[in-house]
């Protein structure tokens, strides 16, 4: 079972930059892809950038060009690195592991809060 563990979350003011990171417990199964979602109050989670095994990365657009995803495959992290926050950034942030047994699973963090507010 694919555990995961979201940590770097606050509160920081428009335009500041903030970096979370992701940790996913031993596994002997192989990791696909992972990536972020987040999710603001009375709002539907949506997608914010993932990034596959080979490195590969998508963003979603209101995001482009101010948020950054890595990955340390050999620590099992992956990262997002923001900056330019906005008040409209506030969300809980989660990350995601796919693991594929057949068809693909995706496990979920617990996520982590991130606050931008003047």
């Known amino acids: 079972q694919v555990r995961l563990v979201e940590s770097g979350g606050g509160l920081v003011q428009p335009g500041e930059s903030l970096s979370l990171s992701c940790v996913a417990s031993?596994?002997?199964?192989?990791?696909?892809?992972m990536g972020w979602y987040r999710q603001a109050p009375g709002k539907q989670r949506e997608l914010v950038a993932t990034i596959t095994s080979g490195e590969s990365t998508n963003y979603a657009d209101f995001v482009k060009g101010r948020f950054t995803i890595s990955r340390d495959n050999a620590k099992k992290t992956v990262y997002l690195q923001m900056s330019g926050l906005k008040p409209e950034d506030t969300a809980v942030y989660y990350c995601?592991?796919?693991?594929?047994?057949?068809?693909?699973?995706?496990?979920w963090g617990q996520g982590t809060q991130v606050t931008v507010s003047s």
């Open positions: 031993r596994t002997i199964f192989t990791i696909h892809t």
């Open positions: 995601t592991a796919d693991v594929k047994l057949g068809s693909t699973y995706t496990y």
